[in-house]
């Protein structure tokens, strides 16, 4: 930022402006092109983004160091026949755990999430308006108090289940519900009941028209919602630690904040970074299909990513 | 087409404590255009849903044929409706919007095909089929609804607004094409509008709405020129509405008192004693010179000239006190009246109406009317 002020700043000073007089033009008519914003925008966006690729770019070092740079090598994904990602028996399993959870969190947690979606959206009557504010609860509690509750829940109250797999696919579904719910509703509300009382009106029974007109209108807060789980469901840490049960239920989070605490090598970064890319290709995808399913609606294309974006907690 | 008669008996409905159809009777014989004319929330929306299923009274019966529907549900009603936004079905082509009513009936491919190629060909919208709603102008999906609801050779077609997201030219040009469309197909039309200009060329009869109530049932000719209320006089057109205190009956004619000037009225209630309010249309006032004399001729001053185009609106303040506006029709030779000229303002007899003064007017007429 301070090179282009200085130059910026000269050529002001040949015309007879000082940088001053430049930020006192700006306050008189902040609608201008706002440069101080775009500087502020762009700083942030670096002050966010530089750790995540300096992680990136210690998981391909050519040696153990997680500091000190030695050139390009894949080995900590699948060259190091021992500690890289996919030769490093725990890594896999916890990757694979990971994908497993957040694989079956989207299965199970999208349906029922429409269906209460629904159901809210179109409940009116004694309470409806509670309902409507409980389902945001899950979305503010802190998820160390859920853990806790449902950690107590399994293994005092419903012993069926138990920690491990099960009781971690519960647990996620149980939180992420509320992202479909919020998501789904808010389109529900976007569209209107115009739709359904047309199709009613050329003869619809209630099943045709949600079917042929209410579920392909909601496709796109489906997809984004199933999206949303799995990214929040693949980096959930509080949860999985809560109700894993050992070895076998550690998830890539779980993997990566022990081995951190342990010795650290730079596997641990690969890991992670396999994490971002699934993380970031499962958002992308719900933003496609998002953009694809509304394009051509009234104003959808302006805010398209930000109704997305908002979803994404 | 046969049938098509709507029947409304003592129809109410309430959402939680407030009442938005209070109590209305209405016929609607078969192959009618019915306007239900008002402002917003007089209730005439409301009244439109009910029909087509999408609310249920509180009260009171729907009769189609003679059928009581009141509890119907929509699908199964025979009556369609175009939506005030259209609600084309953003993610079916124009073909598929107009073939999903035929689908539900499991009609046939060849038959859909056929009718829904002559439906988009009554609104001439036949090249359109492959486009998505998105692709066509507010015009072209207005046509496109028109044709999804018609397809199906309803008894009833309920239009609610439908022109209202329109240009101004564009829907005088629609305005038209309705009225010849439904000539054309003979089936009864409710139209919901809050435009009387809409209602008035439109119509065969209208019903003038004010809060939940219907004030006149009547044609458009009779609505207008005729009023029998206040709130109607007031709602359709510009009409100067004067407190007057009038003396009853005197050969067909009614004296009124205006401030410190006596009137004749020719028209409405001529019986009425006391207080009560007179009406003339701007139209029907004539401006002349201050020396001017005869009856039902009052002293004013001009206010303001505003120039319309087609006319000139005066507006003159009378010696009374109260403001009236006179339309002086653009002849071509320029208005000779400017602000501050004294003039004499002629409020002929036959123009002059004397009202019930009731906002909300008992709604017994509305079965007695007569269809036109």
């Not at chain 1, 389109?187 to 047309?198: C, D, K, V």
């Not at chain 1, 009613?200 to 919602?225: E, N």
């Not at chain 1, 890991?271 to 933003?287: C, E, P, Q, R």
């Not at chain 2, 009769?63 to 009141?70: K, P, R, S, T, V």
Request: hydrophobic fraction near 45%; charge should be neutral.
């Amino acid at each position: 930022m301070s090179d282009t002020t200085v130059t910026r700043s000269a050529v002001d000073r040949t015309r007879g402006f000082s940088t001053l007089q430049r930020a006192r033009g700006w306050m008189s008519n902040p609608w201008g092109r706002p440069r101080f914003l775009v500087v502020i925008t762009w700083a942030y966006m670096i002050w966010a983004l530089v750790p995540v690729l300096i992680a990136i770019q210690f998981s391909f070092n050519d040696s153990r160091s997680r500091t000190v740079w030695h050139g390009f090598s894949t080995k900590w994904y699948w060259g190091d026949p021992v500690n890289s990602v996919w030769n490093d028996p725990a890594l896999r399993t916890a990757l694979s755990q990971s994908i497993k959870l957040a694989a079956a969190d989207v299965v199970i947690a999208t349906p029922i999430g429409v269906a209460l979606a629904l159901g809210l959206a179109r409940w009116r009557g004694r309470g409806s308006g509670p309902s409507n504010f409980l389902m945001l609860f899950p979305l503010v509690t802190p998820e160390i108090v859920m853990g806790v509750s449902l950690l107590l829940l399994f293994t005092q109250l419903f012993t069926v289940v138990h920690t491990g797999t099960t009781a971690q696919i519960l647990g996620h579904v149980t939180f992420s519900i509320s992202y479909v719910v919020v998501i789904v509703r808010g389109r529900l509300f976007s569209i209107g009941r115009e739709y359904e009382e047309a199709a009613a009106d050329l003869g619809a029974s209630p099943s045709v028209a949600l079917f042929r007109i209410l579920l392909p209108l909601l496709t796109p807060a489906i997809v984004a919602s199933a999206a949303i789980v799995f990214a929040i469901s693949i980096d959930d840490f509080v949860i999985s630690q809560w109700l894993s049960n050992g070895a076998d239920t550690t998830t890539v989070p779980m993997a990566i904040y022990s081995a951190t605490r342990a010795a650290p090598l730079p596997s641990t970064n690969a890991i992670a970074t396999v994490m971002v890319l699934i993380t970031l290709a499962s958002v992308v995808a719900g933003f496609l299909v998002w953009r694809m399913f509304t394009r051509g609606e009234r104003g959808a294309g302006q805010s398209a990513i930000g109704d997305f974006a908002a979803l994404d907690a | 087409m046969a049938g098509g008669e709507v029947k409304l008996i003592d129809l109410v409905k309430q959402f939680g404590d407030v009442t938005a159809v209070d109590g209305i009777n209405l016929q609607m014989p078969a192959g009618e255009f019915f306007s239900m004319l008002g402002p917003s929330g007089c209730g005439k929306t409301t009244t439109l849903r009910m029909i087509a299923g999408f609310e249920q009274p509180t009260s009171g019966e729907i009769l189609l044929d003679g059928e009581d529907m009141a509890y119907t549900p929509p699908h199964k009603r025979n009556v369609n409706t175009v939506f005030q936004s259209y609600a084309l079905f953003p993610h079916l082509s124009v073909f598929d919007n107009v073939a999903f009513g035929l689908r539900r009936q499991r009609a046939s491919k060849v038959e859909i095909k056929q009718r829904v190629g002559e439906a988009l060909g009554m609104v001439q919208m036949a090249d359109y089929g492959r486009r998505k709603p998105s692709q066509l102008s507010g015009g072209q999906q207005q046509r496109v609804a028109l044709a999804r609801a018609l397809v199906l050779k309803p008894a009833v077609l309920l239009l609610d607004e439908p022109l209202g997201a329109l240009d101004a030219k564009l829907r005088k040009a629609l305005q038209i094409e309705l009225k010849a469309l439904q000539q054309q197909v003979g089936i009864t039309f409710i139209y919901v509008t809050h435009d009387q200009e809409e209602a008035l060329t439109m119509s065969d009869r209208i019903a003038v709405m004010n809060e939940g109530r219907v004030e006149q049932v009547a044609a458009p000719r009779d609505v207008y020129e005729e009023p029998s209320t206040t709130f109607v006089a007031d709602f359709l057109g510009v009409s100067n509405l004067m407190a007057a205190t009038a003396h009853g009956d005197s050969n067909g004619r009614c004296r009124v008192s205006v401030g410190d000037f006596d009137l004749f009225a020719g028209q409405g209630e001529v019986g009425t004693s006391g207080e009560t309010k007179i009406v003339i249309r701007p139209e029907r006032i004539h401006l002349e010179s201050q020396d001017s004399t005869g009856e039902n001729r009052i002293p004013g001053m001009v206010e303001r000239v505003v120039y319309l185009g087609n006319a000139n609106q005066v507006i003159v303040r009378l010696a009374h006190g109260e403001v009236v506006q006179a339309l002086v029709q653009n002849t071509g030779q320029e208005l000779h009246y400017s602000q501050g000229d004294p003039v004499r303002v002629n409020l002929p007899p036959e123009a002059l109406r004397v009202l019930r003064d009731t906002g909300a007017a008992p709604v017994a007429d509305a079965q007695a009317a007569a269809p036109v």
